[in-house]
């Protein structure tokens, strides 16, 4: 068996002090986890405001805290015999689901970076485009990147 792969994308205010707004994740074998959580406009970036705010539902939104036990029941129930392996391509998405988890994560998730190798990126392109759904929308963003990946070029190594 191989781990259940999880694709992750996050939205968030800012780059300096980045507070979660929605997350999307995506997994291989084809369920989908998307939330919303209430943020503070003010603290969003001009970028933020003119391309991510106008793409979000704001509709039944997630409390914040929780959101951990939306995950964690969702995680459970994807998860099969084996781990789960989260796969990221940003830094913030990572920090930001483990920060959602009170940095207390489950056993059975881990983590790869999923990096140029690996996602190609006329693939994600062609993806938004085929489904007309915009970047820049966490839940999309983890599709597109589950659409485009290409196998690891050498085995995962456990730290």
């Not at 369920?31 to 943020?39: G, H, K």
């Not at 036990?69 to 940003?90: A, H, P, T």
Request: glycine fraction near 4%; aromatic fraction near 14%.
């Amino acid at each position: 068996m191989t781990n259940q792969l999880v694709f992750i994308d996050t939205e968030f205010t800012d780059f300096f002090d980045p507070q979660l707004i929605s997350i999307g994740l995506a997994a291989s074998t084809g369920e989908e986890f998307y939330a919303e959580v209430p943020y503070q406009y003010e603290k969003c970036s001009a970028f933020v405001r003119e391309v991510v705010v106008p793409l979000l539902s704001h509709n039944d939104l997630c409390p914040y805290d929780e959101l951990h036990l939306r995950l964690r029941e969702w995680l459970k129930i994807i998860k099969g015999e084996e781990n789960i392996l989260v796969c990221y391509d940003s830094d913030y998405d990572r920090a930001l689901f483990v920060k959602a988890f009170g940095n207390i994560l489950p056993a059975f998730v881990e983590f790869r970076h999923i990096g140029d190798r690996n996602i190609n990126e006329l693939l994600r392109y062609e993806f938004h485009v085929k489904n007309k759904l915009p970047e820049h929308h966490a839940l999309n963003d983890a599709l597109a990147n589950r659409y485009a990946f290409r196998e690891w070029p050498l085995p995962i190594q456990k730290p």
